[in-house]
């Protein structure tokens, strides 16, 4: 292994002189790095005791080198990438989630929200182990091998056996290919007569001009107030973050600043544009909120702009600079870090290696970070002020001024199984299949299917026997003390079949606890007066 790390480095400062000499970086000895590994490159071509494919040998080295470096410099093969950008600037059929390669294991990053991995109840963090059944791991999987076998033509089934952390045996899901939503903004509604609900997905190419349009719709119903849902956002374009973030912010306030040690601090500020300057601000955020959403809602709190509420945010906080190498191929290298206006570093540690930073989830699990807000302990060293005087922390990652715990009662073990077995999606496509022409003709408009639609018990008999077919325990607390909101659950997947995907989110608006908080906090202001 180290003798194609030597390569790597070789092949790397071959290609980077010219960018070497402009940040003014002190040259390497070349007779203990450039001649001594392109020296070695060629005695191992020219002498190795087997045929070499020396391409792929190089390319092996470069991704094994990039892993010992942080978790987000990665590499992307010349015919991959385009490919790697289309889940921000294009549309495609298959499982929909992003994911890494991560010691020859493919990791979740996270399902793209709508599709169809996200509606069969695959997470961030997942393993994908198994796809129909062959070995999904070891050195011969490749990005490209992962898009061969996970993409397909629409309607068309794959199974993978997954991973997940805390269970004995691997997860067996069933996913229907579909075409992959490409939009960045899952839903924009009224939460009641002045407050409007944006929550966005991710920072794509498009999203400030959905994010614009949407602004619009809700201004003319009356909006005063916003809350802007980045729950689960891992991130995107930085120009995107900078642009919405404009939106909120006064002209010549710094939004970030990003800084290395051979990338000079550089200040990103507000322009004197902005299409909600006024108005009570909530930004919501989790543990699935990373990068360009920690930009966002950095700035916002930092400059005391809104109110930040959810729990603490992932922690990506590392900037990468594309690179392109001769054959086309790309590396993500990263060169900088970002930091709020405060100070505040975004990047969460990762000291320990890359196997323990993506294990971060389940060490918040496991520590109670998730339910506990007092289980989170900041030394005096990582205090920090905003604008006006209000003391932040940093650490890695945004931790909220509100802190809301994960609903363990809601999301439970029994929701969860009825998810990844796919009763849900089961009952609700055999319901729409023999119920669809009737609810159209019943209820004209979401409006009027949000306020008079209720389940039948008798379907939700037959929901119950689904479920008692996959072996689920109904007989359980989680089941009984949940029904409620099962129920509710149906009623939001029908409507985003019947009419809207953002419905969805509108059905499930009224039992969320975050928004309840931000309604309260905005009905009340008194968290907001400490802003001004």
Not at 111 to 138: H, W
Not at 397 to 406: A, C, E, Q, S, V
Not at 432 to 447: C, I, P, Q, S, V
């Amino acid at each position: 292994m180290k003798r194609l790390l030597i390569i790597l480095i070789a092949l790397f400062v071959f290609q980077f002189d010219s960018l070497i000499a402009q940040h003014n970086v002190e040259p390497m000895d070349q007779l203990e790095t450039t001649r001594k590994a392109s020296t070695l490159l060629q005695l191992i071509n020219n002498f190795y005791v087997d045929t070499l494919d020396m391409a792929k040998l190089t390319e092996k080295a470069i991704v094994m080198t990039l892993k010992e470096l942080d978790p987000h410099s990665s590499y992307i093969s010349e015919k991959n990438v385009k490919k790697a950008n289309e889940p921000l600037v294009g549309s495609f059929e298959g499982v929909g989630l992003t994911f890494q390669l991560f010691k020859d294991t493919i990791l979740v990053i996270g399902p793209i929200p709508g599709g169809p991995s996200d509606k069969v109840g695959i997470f961030a963090g997942d393993k994908i182990i198994t796809v129909d059944g062959e070995d999904a791991f070891g050195e011969d999987i490749t990005n490209q091998w992962v898009m061969d076998h996970l993409r397909g033509k629409k309607g068309t089934e794959v199974t993978v056996g997954i991973y997940r952390k805390g269970l004995d045996a691997l997860i067996d899901f069933s996913i229907i290919r579909d075409k992959i939503p490409i939009n960045s903004l899952d839903a924009a509604f009224m939460l009641d007569n002045e407050t409007g609900y944006i929550k966005l997905n991710r920072f794509a190419r498009n999203s400030q001009d959905e994010f614009h349009e949407a602004v619009a719709k809700l201004n003319a119903k009356g909006m005063k107030n916003l809350v802007f849902d980045l729950r689960n956002n891992s991130g995107g374009y930085l120009g995107t973050a900078m642009s919405i973030s404009d939106d909120f912010l006064k002209s010549d306030e710094l939004i970030v600043y990003t800084e290395g040690i051979h990338s000079p601090r550089q200040d990103l500020n507000a322009t004197n544009s902005g299409v909600f300057e006024k108005g009570k601000l909530v930004v919501l955020i989790n543990e699935g909120s990373a990068s360009a959403s920690e930009i966002v809602s950095g700035a916002v709190q930092d400059l005391d702009r809104g109110l930040i509420i959810g729990r603490r945010s992932f922690g990506k906080g590392l900037v990468q600079r594309p690179f392109k190498l001769p054959d086309g191929s790309i590396v993500r290298l990263t060169v900088a870090r970002y930091y709020t206006p405060s100070g505040r570093s975004i990047q969460k540690p990762y000291d320990d290696g890359v196997d323990e930073y993506y294990k971060d989830f389940a060490h918040r699990m496991e520590h109670g970070e998730l339910i506990h807000p007092d289980s989170i302990h900041f030394p005096d060293s990582l205090k920090f002020a905003t604008k006006n005087g209000r003391v932040v922390y940093g650490g890695g990652g945004i931790m909220p001024d509100i802190f809301i715990p994960w609903d363990s009662t809601r999301y439970n073990g029994v929701f969860s199984s009825l998810v990844r077995k796919g009763v849900f999606n089961s009952f609700v496509n055999e319901y729409l299949n023999d119920n669809r022409k009737a609810l159209n003709e019943k209820y004209k408009t979401f409006e009027n299917y949000n306020q008079g639609f209720e389940l039948p018990e008798r379907d939700f008999d037959v929901f119950i026997a689904k479920a008692e077919e996959k072996k689920i325990d109904l007989e359980s607390e989680q089941f009984i003390a949940n029904v409620g909101f099962i129920k509710l659950q149906i009623k939001a997947l029908l409507s985003r079949n019947l009419y809207e995907t953002g419905d969805y989110f509108e059905v499930l608006a009224p039992w969320d606890r975050e928004i309840n908080k931000a309604l309260k906090e905005i009905d009340e202001g008194t968290v907001f007066n400490e802003l001004e």
